[in-house]
């Protein structure tokens, strides 16, 4: 079933219960008043007739009272307490008979309601008791025809049924809209996600309101650009890998191709051998490279930490780099304070200052100084990479950390590089709960800043 035909039902399951049962009860309490406040006036006039005739009840005085009721739409009868009638405002019918027939029980002196039952007899009724001024006593009946009573409660009866008819109409017609603007952006919603698992990604859900639905829509679309930008990024690393894949292949192909030659002498095949192993070596390389990052981003590998005194373990890993760097008449400074630890994975975090110095290595030119800096500033330990290289250009800073993303493709393939070095760097250092940014001018140099919490 729909929701909103099911939404729909249940308000108007609910909103019927309600309405009838105070429908109900409204009807009855007024039926109730009613007909109670009818019997009241009777005993009240039954009263008063009561107080003249114990006064004076000479046949002047009752004929008066016959009289005075023969006018009204309430009958009197008066009779002794033998039940002989004394008076009567007019001809008696067998209904009155019938009730004034029925023997007494005491009478207070407010009166007693004979009937009441307006629903199935013809009369309601009361009696007063009198004693008049000679010590006889008697009794004042008082008679009302429930015609008007009935004739009252079918008149509410019909509006009540207008009502609830109308009731009935807005009602329909509120839950009809309502549930469909309810239900609307939820529709809204389901056909987005279909989509979605359809490989559509333009989902474009409009937030009208900031309640859970509003919300809810704002992650359906932040879903849906995340898995458009997800595949993109797929898409592109898959492009990039069988274009870097493809250019050693290309040189293996050709390189073999001109190595079967019978006509060439051992010394060039040697050297064609070379090629061939070198460019092999490079898609290890790369294949390594890119089987590391998988499992990075699976996060399935494990940061293991030591508490470890960075000095010494800078120092470490400037005694791996410095021959390198001394080579390629590079100046490698190392500034450490010596009060600093801080807990490390040796083997992983090594990683991401090799490459870092690596790139330092690879981008700058001879004769220029590279700098290590470690400083703590509230907390916070700071790792300073700065080189004196060629500098990344602005537009190209945003990527860098991208997988396989290279400033120019030529400018590292004669390095050798792949462009997954940042990339692995960056997971690592988020493994360790720190974060790197890079600034950098082109001619200049470049400064990578990671930063770690000291815990
Ligand atoms: N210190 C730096 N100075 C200038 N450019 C840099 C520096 N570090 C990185 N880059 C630029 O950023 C790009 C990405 O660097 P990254 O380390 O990810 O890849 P790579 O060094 O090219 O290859 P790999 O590290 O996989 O061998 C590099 O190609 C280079 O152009
Ligand atoms: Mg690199």
Redesign the pocket.
């Known amino acids: 079933m729909k929701i909103s035909i099911k939404l729909g039902l249940w308000f108007f399951v609910c909103i019927l219960i309600i309405e009838t049962s105070s429908m109900m009860y409204l009807h009855r309490n007024i039926v109730h008043s009613r007909v109670h406040q009818e019997l009241e006036s009777l005993k009240a006039r039954g009263n008063s007739h009561r107080d003249v005739l114990e006064i004076s009840s000479d046949p002047s005085t009752l004929h008066h009272i016959g009289l005075m009721e023969s006018q009204t739409d309430t009958e009197v009868v008066i009779t002794k307490t033998n039940g002989e009638m004394i008076e009567t405002s007019r001809n008696i019918d067998e209904s009155i008979k019938e009730i004034i027939n029925r023997p007494l029980r005491s009478i207070p002196n407010e009166g007693l309601i004979l009937e009441s039952d307006w629903k199935k007899e013809k009369y309601i009724s009361t009696v007063s008791l009198f004693k008049d001024e000679n010590g006889n006593s008697g009794y004042v009946y008082m008679f009302k025809s429930t015609d008007q009573v009935k004739n009252f409660i079918s008149q509410l009866n019909k509006h009540f049924l207008l009502a609830s008819l109308l009731i009935l109409f807005f009602m329909i017609v509120t839950i009809f809209f309502l549930s469909k603007a309810l239900t609307k952006p939820l529709i809204k919603m389901k056909e987005a996600t279909k989509n979605l698992s359809n490989g559509d990604f333009s989902v474009s859900l409009p937030v009208k309101s900031n309640d859970e639905l509003g919300e809810l829509s704002n992650s359906i679309q932040t879903l849906a650009s995340d898995l458009k930008y997800m595949k993109q990024e797929r898409d592109d690393f898959l492009a990039s890998i069988s274009h870097e894949l493809r250019t050693p292949l290309t040189y293996i192909k050709g390189y073999s191709d001109i190595g079967r030659k019978p006509t060439l002498n051992e010394k060039e095949r040697i050297h064609y051998l070379d090629i061939i192993h070198e460019e092999s070596e490079r898609i290890n390389l790369l294949l390594q ?1 890119l089987f590391e990052l998988a499992t990075l981003d699976q996060n399935t590998f494990s940061v293991v930490k030591e508490r470890v005194h960075l000095c010494s373990f800078f120092k470490s890993i400037y005694e791996k780099v410095s021959p390198a760097f001394k080579e390629k008449e590079i100046q490698l400074n190392v500034e450490c304070d010596e009060q600093l630890f801080l807990p490390l994975d040796i083997t992983r975090f090594g990683q991401v200052l090799l ?2 110095l ?3 290595l ?3 030119k001879e004769k220029t100084i590279t700098q290590i800096n470690v400083n703590k500033i509230e907390g916070n330990i700071y790792i300073d990479i700065t ?1 004196q ?4 250009p602005k537009d ?1 800073i945003p990527y ?2 991208e997988r396989l ?4 493709k030529s ?2 393939r004669t ?9 692995i ?1 960056k997971q690592l250092v988020e493994a360790h709960g720190g974060q790197i940014t890079v600034k ?1 001018k082109v001619g200049e ?2 400064v ?1 800043t990671i930063v770690l919490r000291e815990e």
């Open positions: 490279e490459n870092l690596d790139n330092a690879k981008y700058s080189d290289g060629m500098g990344i190209d860098i950390f993303y290279r400033v120019e400018r590292s390095t050798g590089g792949f462009g997954m070095g940042l990339a760097v950098s140099g470049t990578f």
